[in-house]
């Protein structure tokens, strides 16, 4: 830190050039006046309690090396795991015969796969006594278009038109559409419940107290640890799909509509009570819809979480374009896998845009209603006009893609999945053979300087040792309530009889996360410089971000074969897309007039990076570091399908082996409690670093 | 009043033109759904676990109970645990490939009785250690455990910390290859590949690029077709020598691979369950539907007919 520190003034003094250079040039370089070695060590007794706990955490490591790791066989269990597979069978002896089981959870179950039958059967699968949906492609074409006319506009029309044709054409119209349906399910079932819980935590704190915790744990936990026993509650298909969905998406959508709800002006808040408004009426007519864009936004994230889910949901015969995706990496063809994909890419695409620009014109709207609006009243009525000709257009093509069997089974030709397969496929197998030396390469490198050496450090010491290190490192990054945090979670981790795992997967987490910030800056900063590259490098972030994981594992292997580098490759590709906006974010925010008082003193390019504008954008380096830590953490078991190994690795046998199921579910929970430890100490890291 | 009049000229001319198409021919009502003969079949769910050599299995005869039994197949994409757990509530009729999984069938067959055992397939299955082709040609005496020592230091990766890596992969398969290094006294470590595809991909590059690989594998699966895997001879089975996990130093055992269906399937009287049960083919058949899925990228659905249709015997014996 104190290199940066040093940066940071020198910054200042450019801006600041007389008077700042004159008070350096009087106070020479030991900066501390009133000196005395009490005073250093009351200054600096975060870096001191730091140095102390890594040195004595070397000896310990050299000394006792390999002793009471608590490392646990590949088949042996724990009580605790044995507890988990008895509760799980518990609960499938009491499915049959239960109250709750018929009374709560039939009704739920029956009625989301309901919900999906009756849609899928509109749009997607065959009807009873049809061949066909009972509306055909046709049909779906025109009134997802009219749909998105009428909501968000012509130009986004013309985007799902396109995307939706494409579907048709890379040949998935049917597991596209259904992916369609059970997102919307999901979402709305979100909606339902994520509205009244946001407001409900926004207004009561102990509300927020008690469901704050739990978001993190759905947000956290891998799906994979409690996929079986969902399937188990709600059957095999569409409901459990759907549940499972709406547990990862529901708390981004709570979160925000919190925080929506939460900055509502108070000023507005009081000018209505004293209006003697009632509680309902200030909810319904001024905070709802003061909160409305942001709540939209929330939408949005729901809906993208909800469309990550979709290959997920295929373990448990969900409907969709993860069959496709998963069917192709069985037989490891790389290019059915990535068009399937990018389908869903696509479909990521044209439902974030679409939701973004129906929230921003329902707000021109609303002006336009009001009279204050640019648009006028010929606007709207040319408009509305267009509406009803669509409506019309829409009734026609519905009916007649029922009538006519070419309108309503989409056609085989022009086949655009199967070409671009197999280029994709070749250029796989080109760009493998080509870097598969320099990959080696850079594997081995990477295992034998970072990966072995902080995993022996972490998983080879004594887990006391390792706890202690973990609190020494809390309490000098963090404050004292971030060491009970981390007190906690060191508890839970124990508790479920992974530590030596949990220690190993940190060490992948850690160094997958160093090199996330290393990519993130590099390209970041190029992007913050030139509006150019941003607009190149932009989609392809945004495609990562979207693309399932299962389409790149297969290159990815074939790249660096199944090693823990491969699984750290995997959280590459996921967490820099975020911390790299994150970056360029930061250094485009720099202030223009810091940037041109350097310029003005004739620096280097090189030196305006490391001098002034990554210090100045230092907040957003860290805030990236911190969600580059939780994306990673986010790919520990996909990372556990390519030879990860620890918690991943349990997790995935856990979900495929009976036997191993509590294995699996304490290896969740582990992940889950690593994550919320890592987090609380990152965020108040950057709470005191990045805001210096 | 423009605007309206323009609306209702174009709703006009679209409706004239709906009417004008409806008189030519083509249309749904008319092209019925595919009706079978015998209509007491019903809806067949068929799990589908995910591994090529099973859909070869679940296609061809999830094929033959829609062509010929008139049967609505429902395939269900599950992992075997899953599959198992959706017999009780009559959500999948029948696992047409089962491999062991004795403690499975211990709590559904045994215990909740609502699934019974319907037949071996006629498959063998083999699991153990495997070699690449070119290695076994290169060094002979590798296919014998006791003198993989000599090679441990070949087969030294970046995952192996110094000793010889040991490629475990699927997490779907018991192993006890964390005993066998063990009791054997080999000088090898157990890496978790983590996925059958990830197991794969790297015997494939092992072959192709000549490199140094050992790891579990199986038969049945078409990879084997591709690179016809060496398999390295463990100490022989013998009856109850893997009794005690721990102390296991033999060879896994051959499984016969079975058929397993829901109990309400079985006293059901459909016409599928009899196909189930009669449904018996060779290692080979397999293999070659799998090839045409895998390596030939054809639809399980075009692979298993394009079987049938070559092999018209073999399956016209399952539907007597």
């Known amino acids: 830190m104190s290199t940066m520190a040093t940066d940071c003034d020198r910054v200042d003094t450019a801006a600041i050039p007389p008077g700042g250079a004159r008070e350096r040039a009087s106070e020479p370089a030991t900066r501390p006046p009133t000196g005395g070695p009490r005073a250093f060590t009351r200054r600096h007794w975060r870096s001191l309690v730091g140095a102390a706990v890594v040195a004595a955490w070397l000896v310990l490591w050299a000394l006792l090396r390999g002793t009471q790791t608590l490392e646990l066989g590949g088949a042996e269990k724990t009580d605790v795991h044995v507890w988990f597979n008895g509760l799980r069978d518990g609960f499938d002896a009491a499915r049959a015969n239960s109250a709750f089981f018929e009374y709560v959870v039939q009704p739920i179950t029956n009625g989301l796969n309901g919900t999906v039958a009756f849609l899928q059967h509109l749009a997607s699968q065959p009807s009873v006594g049809r061949p066909v949906p009972e509306v055909g492609w046709l049909g779906v074409v025109v009134l997802l278009a009219w749909l998105t006319f009428t909501f968000a506009g012509v130009r986004l029309m013309l985007l799902v038109a396109a995307c939706v044709l494409l579907f048709g054409f890379f040949g998935y119209w049917q597991q596209s559409i259904d992916t369609l349906i059970v997102t919307f399910v999901a979402v709305l079932v979100c909606v339902l419940l994520g509205l009244p819980l946001g407001i409900l935590t926004a207004r009561n704190a102990r509300v927020a107290a008690v469901v704050t915790p739990v978001l993190d744990l759905m947000q956290t936990l891998p799906s994979f640890a409690y996929l079986a026993p969902l399937a188990l509650v709600f059957g095999i298909g569409p409901a459990a799909a759907i549940v499972t969905t709406v547990i990862y998406s529901l708390p981004p959508l709570v979160r925000i509509t919190e925080h929506g709800i939460r900055n509502v002006s108070p000023v507005t808040l009081e000018a209505v009570a004293s209006m003697g408004g009632t509680a309902w009426q200030t909810l319904a007519k001024v905070e709802l819809p003061m909160a409305r864009r942001t709540i939209v936004v929330g939408v949005n994230q729901c809906t993208m979480a909800a469309l990550s889910m979709a290959t997920i949901a295929t373990l448990i015969n969900g409907p969709g374009l993860g069959g496709p995706v998963l069917q192709a990496l069985q037989s490891l063809d790389v290019g059915s896998a990535f068009v399937s994909g990018l389908a869903i890419v696509l479909m990521a695409i044209m439902l974030d845009r679409t939701t973004t620009a129906a929230s921003e014109r329902s707000g021109i709207e609303a002006r336009v209603q009001r009279g204050t609006g640019p648009a006028g009243l010929r606007g709207a009525r040319g408009r509305r006009a267009a509406v009803v000709i669509g409506a019309v257009l829409t009734a026609v093509a519905v009916y007649l893609s029922r009538t006519y069997l070419a309108l309503a089974k989409f056609p085989p030709s022009p086949d655009l999945g199967t070409p671009l397969a197999k280029a994709v496929s070749a250029a796989t197998a080109w760009a493998v053979g080509t870097l598969s030396g320099f990959t080696g390469w850079l594997k081995d490198a990477v295992t034998a300087v970072l990966v072995n050496p902080l995993e022996s450090l972490l998983a080879q010491s004594p887990w006391w040792v390792m706890a202690l290190v973990l609190l020494g490192v809390a309490l000098a990054l963090g404050r004292w309530r971030t060491a009970l945090v981390t007190l906690a979670c060191e508890a839970v981790i124990l508790g479920t009889g992974l530590w030596n795992e949990s220690m190993k997967t940190l060490a992948t987490t850690l160094v997958a996360t160093l090199l996330v910030v290393v990519a993130a800056v590099a390209v970041g900063v190029l992007m913050g410089r030139s509006r150019l590259v941003d607009s190149i490098v932009r989609p392809v972030l945004d495609a990562f971000q979207t693309i399932p994981p299962f389409v790149y594992l297969v290159p990815a292997l074939a790249l660096f074969g199944p090693t823990r580098f491969t699984a750290i490759a995997a959280a590459l590709a996921y967490g820099v897309p975020i911390a790299t906006k994150l970056v360029a974010d930061g250094i485009r925010g720099v202030s223009p007039v810091a940037v041109e008082a350097s310029e003005s003193m004739g620096t280097t390019t090189w030196q305006m990076v490391s001098k002034v504008q990554l210090p100045m954008a230092r907040a957003a380096v860290v805030l990236a570091a911190n969600q580059g830590l939780l994306y990673v953490l986010a790919m520990v078991v996909v990372g556990g399908l390519v030879g990860g190994g620890g918690l991943g690795y349990l997790v995935v046998s856990g979900f495929s082996q009976g036997q191993l199921f509590g294995k699996g579910l304490a290896a969740g929970i582990a992940i889950t409690a690593l994550g919320i430890m890592l987090d609380r100490i990152a965020q108040h890291a950057a709470a005191r670093f990045g805001s210096a | ?320």
């Open chain 2, 1 to 320: 009043m423009n605007r309206t009049a323009k609306t209702k000229a174009l709703g006009a001319l679209a409706l004239t033109a709906v009417l004008g198409l409806t008189a030519c021919g083509g249309d749904i009502s008319s092209a019925s759904p595919a009706s079978g003969s015998a209509a007491n079949c019903g809806t067949f769910n068929l799990a589908v676990n995910p591994w090529v050599g099973y859909e070869a299995d679940a296609y061809v005869v999830g094929t033959l109970a829609k062509e010929k039994l008139g049967c609505t197949v429902n395939y269900k994409t599950l992992k075997e645990e899953v599959a198992w757990q959706g017999f009780g509530s009559g959500e999948v009729d029948a696992v047409i490939e089962n491999w062991g999984h004795p403690d499975l069938t211990e709590k559904y067959i045994t215990q909740q009785k609502t699934a019974v055992d319907a037949g071996l397939t006629g498959n063998t299955g083999v699991i153990g250690w495997f070699v690449p082709p070119w290695m076994a040609k290169q060094y002979p005496d590798i296919t014998d455990s006791k003198n993989l020592n000599k090679y441990a230091d070949l087969f030294k990766t970046s995952e192996s910390g110094g000793q010889g890596q040991l490629l475990d992969g699927d997490p779907s398969f018991v192993t006890n290859d964390e005993a066998l290094v063990k009791n054997l006294g080999l000088n090898f470590k157990v890496v978790y590949a983590g996925s059958e595809p990830a197991l794969i991909q790297a015997f494939r590059q092992a072959e192709q690029n000549h490199t140094p690989l050992i790891g579990y594998f199986y038969d049945p699966q078409w990879f084997m077709a591709e690179v016809p895997l060496v398999k390295v001879n463990l100490p022989a089975y013998t009856d109850g020598c893997d009794a005690d996990a721990a102390k296991v130093a033999c060879d896994y055992p051959k499984y016969d691979l079975n058929k397993i269906a829901s109990t309400k399937f079985a006293n059901s009287g459909s016409p599928a369950y009899q196909l189930v049960k009669k449904f018996s083919w060779t290692n080979q058949d397999q293999n070659t539907v799998a090839g045409y899925i895998a390596r030939d990228g054809m639809t399980p659905e075009a692979a298993a007919k394009k079987w049938i249709d070559a092999n018209p015997d073999k399956a016209a014996a399952w539907l007597k």
